[in-house]
């Protein structure tokens, strides 16, 4: 089974936001990317995956805070 991944949307009322990504989306964002040219992209979508990760813009389900709201 696929991880589901959150992307960032932003503050309401002081509480994140964050929304459902598709596994689909992901493929194409990290493909437009790696055809652009993008470092992390071209070394790869696990790579790119991680990357996206690390920085905060997207977080497995068990990785996001408490008190979040998912939109």
Avoid: K, Q
């Amino acid at each position: 089974m696929l991880p589901v991944f959150y992307r960032y949307v932003g503050l309401h009322d002081g509480r994140e936001m964050w929304e459902p990504v598709a596994w689909a989306s992901l493929r194409l964002e990290w493909l437009w990317l790696a055809v652009c040219g993008r470092c992390h992209a071209r070394l790869g979508f696990h790579v790119w995956l991680y990357c996206m990760a690390r920085d905060g813009e997207l977080l497995t389900m068990d990785m996001l805070p408490s008190g979040v709201e998912i939109v």
